[in-house]
């Protein structure tokens, strides 16, 4: 596994319009959706930093979710335009922690911020240090 050409950038922000299939019959967004989005959050700013997940599971380098918190602040509604930024926060021997924030593109509020701790494990499931030149 080569080093990224870009690495280090902390933070990353995707923007996000609610599908339809993800609301419930008031056009609120279904809490369970803004996990799905942290990990869309996760993904792109690893390929950001020049690197995909699917390069790291090649070089046997697996990350896997130990902690997830969400705060619900406000709703999102059906096909408006969101901002979700994620922040790498934290990394130590074995672990990744970020940041997330999903705001409304319209007026800044902010709908919903979190956390997670992701784990480094081996093919096999078991614990593993995080390989140096990675972009954490």
Same mark, same amino acid.
């Given at each position: 596994?080569?080093?990224?050409?870009?690495?280090?950038? *902390?933070?990353?922000?995707?923007?996000?319009?609610?599908?339809?299939?993800? #609301?419930?019959? /008031? $056009?609120? &967004?279904? +809490? =369970?959706?803004?996990?799905?989005?942290?990990?869309?959050?996760?993904?792109?700013?690893?390929?950001?930093?020049?690197?995909?997940?699917?390069?790291?599971?090649?070089?046997?380098?697996?990350?896997?979710?130990?902690?997830?918190?969400?705060?619900?602040?406000?709703?999102? *509604?059906?096909?408006?335009?969101?901002?979700?930024?994620?922040?790498?926060? #934290?990394?130590? /021997? $074995?672990? &990744?922690? +970020? =940041?997330?924030?999903?705001?409304?593109?319209?007026?800044?509020?902010?709908?919903?911020?979190?956390?997670?701790?992701?784990?480094?494990?081996?093919?096999?499931?078991?614990?593993?240090?995080?390989?140096?030149?990675?972009?954490?």
């Amino acid at each position: 596994m080569g080093s990224p050409k870009r690495k280090t950038i *902390q933070s990353h922000t995707i923007t996000i319009v609610p599908r339809y299939a993800e #609301t419930d019959k /008031a $056009g609120v &967004v279904h +809490h =369970s959706v803004h996990p799905v989005w942290f990990e869309m959050g996760r993904t792109e700013l690893l390929r950001a930093n020049g690197l995909a997940y699917k390069d790291l599971e090649q070089a046997g380098v697996f990350f896997v979710v130990a902690e997830l918190h969400v705060i619900y602040r406000r709703p999102a *509604q059906y096909d408006e335009k969101l901002h979700l930024e994620t922040t790498c926060s #934290t990394v130590t /021997a $074995g672990k &990744v922690e +970020h =940041s997330y924030k999903l705001t409304r593109c319209s007026d800044g509020a902010i709908l919903a911020e979190g956390s997670s701790i992701l784990a480094c494990v081996n093919a096999e499931g078991k614990i593993r240090r995080i390989p140096k030149g990675l972009p954490f």
